[in-house]
């Protein structure tokens, strides 16, 4: 199977595109909700605004942005699985995009990079909840003003 590059990227080139175009307004909404809550709570993540707790991929996006600005020990220490999720994501990139097939083993490599997730997570609320970054109590949680209004509340 002889693989013409040029056509190749050129037609992901065009895949790009109408993906960006399929998915602009589900992206607009995303940035918008991201904006909203971390000023309103500190944070973007659901599951800490809800409850206050840091979730599993509790990290992640400082990982990602630390790698992308090439602090790799800084990544490693916001939430290692990053070195997971970037291979993989890179190569759901050059398979959509470049090559132009199917994407192999995904189920298996997603299972892979949920139990380190959830691994690291137990470790991590274990040795280092709540005093060591990331993995810290937000107070500016709805659950936790849920309850300061009820004790209000009733009194």
């Known amino acids: 199977m002889k693989i013409n590059m040029k056509k190749n990227l050129k037609t992901g080139l065009l895949q790009l595109k109408q993906d960006i175009l399929d998915y602009y307004k589900v992206t607009l909404i995303i940035i918008a909700y991201i904006l909203i809550t971390n000023v309103l709570f500190g944070s973007a993540c659901a599951f800490v605004v809800v409850t206050g707790v840091p979730?599993?991929?509790?990290g992640l996006t400082r990982a990602g942005?630390?790698?992308?600005?090439?602090?790799?020990?800084?990544?490693?220490?916001?939430?290692?699985?990053?070195?997971?999720?970037?291979?993989?994501?890179?190569?759901?990139?050059?398979?959509?995009?470049?090559?132009?097939?199917?994407?192999?083993?995904?189920?298996?490599?997603?299972?892979?990079i949920t139990i380190c997730l959830f691994s690291l997570y137990i470790y991590r609320m274990i040795c280092f909840f709540p005093n060591v970054s990331p993995m810290v109590y937000n107070e500016r949680n709805l659950l936790y003003q849920f309850i300061q209004w009820l004790s209000n509340y009733s009194m």
């Open 65 to 112: 942005v630390s790698l992308l600005t090439f602090h790799f020990v800084e990544a490693w220490n916001y939430n290692c699985v990053i070195y997971l999720i970037v291979p993989f994501i890179l190569y759901m990139i050059i398979c959509r995009y470049i090559l132009q097939c199917k994407c192999r083993g995904m189920v298996w490599s997603l299972c892979v």
């Open 55 to 58: 979730c599993p991929a509790c």
